[in-house]
T-cell receptor, first 110, second 111 residues
Framework: EDQVTQSPEALRLQEGESSSLNCSYT??????LFWYRQDPGKGPEFLFT???AGEEKEKERLKATLTKKESFLHITAPKPEDSATYLC???????????FGKGTRLSVIA | DSGVTQTPKHLITATGQRVTLRCSPR?????VYWYQQSLDQGLQFLIQ???????AKGNILERFSAQQFPDLHSELNLSSLELGDSALYFC??????????FGPGTRLTVL
């Protein structure tokens, strides 16, 4: 069974304090790994798709990386507006549904 | 704004009742997915439709059903509602089975 585990569950950072969020996964043939950002009471907002080990993608202060067992979302010099829950999801080969982790709740304090 | 719309935004109803949630996908997207999000369970996949046909089923209860219409909008029907059905329900759409774009959700409260 495909599984996604995200850590830590919650992370509190000072503004400007860089850190990383972890997403460990087991999947029978990875088609893609997805990162989403979710604000309270809102729908998840798509951030990145990674397809193969070694791939990296960047967007503003966020950088996502992928290995064969895990993905990291690196946040460089975060700002309070980066506060949100970050969700990781995997999709197996064959157009199967996404399997989501429970997310990391990030708080960035000014 | 993802381009996916959902109505209603909020729904408050009583146990035993039936409700219908509606979703309009992004223009050009043929796939529609329904998810349930509760505080302790995270995002759980319910069901997927592709161009009107059911494509995949997740942990969807028998009391729940869905369909996708010729204009590609989708409806999720929840019946014999229980307190535990209270959750956020999200619809997502995709064009090529890659990135899914989520709507703003419907918050269902069962009293």
């Amino acid at each position: 069974e495909d599984q996604v585990t995200q850590s830590p569950e919650a992370l509190r950072l000072q503004e400007g304090e860089s850190s990383s969020l972890n997403c460990s996964y087991t999947v029978s043939g990875l088609r893609g790994l997805f990162w989403y950002r979710q604000d309270p009471g809102k729908g998840p907002e798509f951030l990145f798709t990674l397809y193969s080990a070694g791939e990296e993608k960047e967007k503003e202060r966020l950088k996502a990386t992928l290995t064969k067992k895990e993905s990291f979302l690196h946040i460089t010099a975060p700002k309070p507006e980066d506060s949100a829950t970050y969700l990781c999801a995997v999709q197996a080969q064959g157009n199967t549904p996404l399997v989501f982790g429970k997310g990391t709740r990030l708080s960035v304090i000014a | 704004d993802s381009g996916v719309t959902q109505t209603p935004k909020h729904l408050i109803t009583a146990t035993g009742q039936r409700v219908t949630l509606r979703c309009s996908p992004r223009s050009g997207d043929l796939s529609v997915y329904w998810y349930q999000q509760s505080l302790d369970q995270g995002l759980q996949f319910l069901i997927q439709y592709y161009n009107g046909e059911e494509r995949a089923k997740g942990n969807i209860l028998e009391r729940f059903s869905a369909q996708q219409f010729p204009d590609l909008h989708s409806e999720l029907n929840l019946s014999s509602l229980e307190l535990g059905d209270s959750a956020l329900y999200f619809c997502a759409s995709s064009r090529n089975a890659n990135e899914q774009f989520f709507g703003p959700g419907t918050r269902l409260t069962v009293l």
